[in-house]
């Protein structure tokens, strides 16, 4: 990766809330053990799995949790980011997972975690608050 790059790529991931990290992470699980995204940041994962220098698949990151503005800043940068291999790397079902937890409210969470009580446990479903990061994660288990 070229030194614009990487400075474009940590431009960026210092623009993340820690909740847009969240959904990243959760998208990128499929790509990279959910394990390992906890213990190291989730950039340096995705480094080392040579998907950052794969920009339709950060576009497809930023795209799917509505940060154009980054996508902007990205293309900014096209002269140092090629288009590599524009095969689909996220799944459709987290991006399908991502978006209906996208939509959701309090209350069809507090739904769905009263859905999911026997079968997570009370303890698992009390730490989920509206807009915790497990939320995609509970969707899993309908």
Do not use: Q, W
Not at 52 to 67: G, P, Q, S, V, W
Not at 111 to 124: A, D, P, T
Not at 129 to 139: A, F, H, I, R, V
């Amino acid at each position: 990766m070229s030194t614009t790059n990487i400075r474009t790529l940590l431009d960026i991931n210092n623009e993340l809330e820690s909740s847009e990290v969240a959904a990243l992470c959760f998208l990128c699980s499929d790509v990279v053990s959910r394990k390992h995204l906890e213990e190291v940041n989730l950039f340096s994962r995705l480094s080392e799995k040579g998907l950052l220098e794969n920009n339709t698949f950060i576009k497809e990151l930023l795209r799917t949790i509505h940060r154009e503005d980054l996508i902007i800043r990205l293309e900014a940068d096209r002269g140092n980011l090629e288009e590599t291999d524009a095969r689909r790397v996220l799944s459709n079902f987290r991006i399908m997972l991502y978006k209906i937890y996208d939509d959701m409210t309090v209350d069809g969470l507090e739904s769905m975690k009263l859905l999911l009580m026997s079968k997570l446990g009370k303890r698992h479903l009390d730490h989920c608050k509206s807009g915790c990061n497990d939320g995609p994660t509970l969707l899993c288990h309908l």
